[in-house]
């Protein structure tokens, strides 16, 4: 009988593993169990399904459960994975629609579950109009209700990629909004001095930003009519809460497996759990921050990918390692684009990392053009190696892919005057003859 | 008495070493010798003024005369500087208005004489209607004949960076467009499956692409009406020659200045030459290639500015040095975007390097969104020590700034195995959640 490679989740990290675990082991019995109807879908793409960007919303699935079948990978959609049985090998699941519990045996296993939205236990939480986004069901309801209430006013609880990503998909359909953040800045893993030129554009164009606002209730008869904060009340008919992720982590604890930072599952690089034979990988598990070497939690789908492919590598018999992160992140809103990359001065002030940091404003392409327009670069040096630490950028066209070059510097972990004459290209449609982060990097 | 620096040149090198040096010390005499009348001007921004995107020409200029007057610069333009006296410290100067010489004294000379375009001297070059594009007067002079003309047929000659933007902006005049090419195919310092991509794409702009086609002679009147090649004959009304450069070194060569790689003065890490007190850079200076660590000639507006930095800190009596290039070039056409780092594979076959080789195929973006487009990206690894070689990228919006993800790897002499799992940003509007680049260095 050929090994079975069970996996509990059908999103990123555990297609990309049963996709990888077959290219390296053609004889594996692969199955994967997932508590959702969808799998293998965009996760990020989700905001701009709700934005009416996409055709429809099969574009978001990768690839379907028929096509796994023809590689020989087995999907059993809304199906609960409810126990861990680790010296029996097997895992107790229970079909979402009939309730029928059943065991699966297993010789190695996966576990991929994610992480959901965190949903605090407020006042008036259940309210009609008061969403959250971390799924296709999610975004097809939000869309609905769109469609459906035409709402005029919105508030976008929580000021990270996801409330930002939104912001720009809401503004499409011409709805006021509102963005509330209870740190002192918007996008808390960036710093407040880049932050506050994204609150500058959010005001000009009608976005209403406010920061240090917490959420305290809901009111509304059946739908949501206001919010009440720490510091008023703000009416709405739609609101957004994307204050952060919680991994699912509630079956590996129950059986043993330790948790790690933010209570993700804990895995060395091969994406090992302390029970042998069981692997986590994705938003439900820890990985390593390339800059310090600590465990973190960065939930993110590009992680959850190469994750998962390490997994799935390992898993039928490959070799991988899966290094670690270095917190990358870009987000475009409207015309704006943020990035970020390793450490922020406050990581830095966190672990007592001393730096230097230097911040420029330049353009984003030959500055003869009309349609020029700014780019500040931040980056971050240790004091004490000169090594680079991390970096930020915010501007229009061009500038936030123009992180990839700090990570490839970072992942390299390339020391500040190694960079000073780095040959980046330059064409005037592209960018000025001093490129905006060669620019940073020569101020050190 | 205070030291004086002169200055042969003042484009990018010359002005870039007269900025930084009068930064470095407020002492400095600094006079700068110029053959033309405008000075510290964007040579990579003419195409883009023949194609009407600046608003004027003056725009081009980085920074004039009378700004640096107020840094205590003086700069003197239509000189030419006829011979370099170097027991005597002194260098001999015509006034091209007046043919009156002179003879200026130096205690340091940075030569900085650029290049100038090839021009064979086929018969017929002089017609009316043919050009070379190098600095501002060619670029009026050719803005000039296409209003004053209105052409309906050009050649450009050579296809290479400035012949494709070239290309770009006829297009955009209205102009049917042959392009040809000496070589087997066109962008000769990309490989050929790169290229005809390229090629392709021109041919679905209208634009005629003819390969192993050389010019032998010019037919017309007055102005041009044809080109005989070794394949036929071209009827046209304007010939754009864009078939190389050649380094400005006559007065250092007959000075006794080593000359180098393609005739180019020899320079060290700190720009001096063999003569002491006498410093060259920019397009007439030699540098290093950072992946073969060999003297090259690789003119380049960034380079220029990075040697001219260089050597105005090191003549100031500071201590800089500039390490070398990678021979990174991206260029535009219409909407397609090119990009070369590091060695090609003809460069690794003429070096003899055994080397991989992959190419992908992928989008700039998510794929779910309708405007997404092919990206494909090719890298070059060294089978010996699996060090990354060099790369190329071909596609559209986002392609051609990917290479910096490649330079900053070669910056760092990386091997691909260290970039397996680099934390490139991800965004759906940016990137599909494997960036290209990514997935070509997952292939090895």
Redesign the interface.
Known sequence: MSERLVIIGGV?AGTSAAAKARRVNQNLTIEIYTNEEFISY?G??LP?FIGD???NQQ??IARTVEEFGKQGIKIFTNTNAVKINKEEKNITIENKTTGQAEVVSYDKLLIATGARAFVPPLEGINLKGIFTLRNIPDSIAIRNYINAEAPKKAVVVGAG?IGL?MVENLLGHNIEVTLIEQNNHIIPNMDEDMASMVTEYLTSQGVIVKTLEQVISFKGQDRVTDIITNNGEIATDFVLLSIGVRPNTEIADAAGITLGAKGAIRVNNRMETNIENIYAAGDCATTTH?VTDKEVHIP????A??QGKTAGENIAGGKAE???????????IVDM?I?R?GLSEKECQALDIEYITKTIKSKNI?????HAREMWVKLLVDKNNRKLLGGQIVGYN?A??????I???L??Q?TID??Q???????????P???P?LIAINQF
């Open positions: 990123a965009a990020c793409g701009y960007h996409l055709a574009d978001l990629y990503e390339l993110m789908g590009t992680t990918n190469k899966f290094k670690g992160v270095l917190g990358t992140g870009i987000a475009r684009e990035a990359t030959a500055h003869y053009f009309a061009g936030a892919k123009r992180i990839d070059i990570a490839t510097a992942n390299n390339a190694s960079l004459d780095m040959d980046l290209a330059y064409s005037p449609p592209f960018s003859v001093w490129d982060v």
